[in-house]
């Protein structure tokens, strides 16, 4: 899997530029550090699906620790999306396949 960070993510995680690399777009991932009203963000989207997902408060010991946090929020998210679709009362479970 390849992050590909923005400038503003990278200086948050005192990180220098490298080459990209070039990746299976599936499992490559842009990421960007937002900042608004007191709230920080790191907002993950896939370059091939345009899934996104979006770490929440996102401090300095989280952001420490950025790749491994987001793995886990990654294999959290189908899970999460599934039950929500199961308990929804508007859409179709049998059309859907997940």
Do not use: C
Request: a positive charge; proline letters at 4%; hydrophobic letters at 45%.
């Amino acid at each position: 899997m390849i992050l590909h960070l923005t400038k503003k993510l990278a200086d948050k995680l005192k990180l220098s530029p490298v080459s990209e690399a070039a990746a299976d777009e599936f499992y490559s991932w842009r990421a960007n550090y937002v900042q608004e009203h007191g709230f920080r963000f790191v907002v993950f989207m896939n370059d091939a699906s345009r899934f996104t997902v979006i770490i929440n408060e996102a401090k300095a010991e989280k952001l420490k620790k950025l790749p491994e946090v987001f793995v886990k929020t990654l294999r959290v998210v189908p899970v999460g999306l599934r039950n929500f679709l199961k308990s929804s009362p508007t859409l179709n479970m049998r059309t859907m396949s997940i």
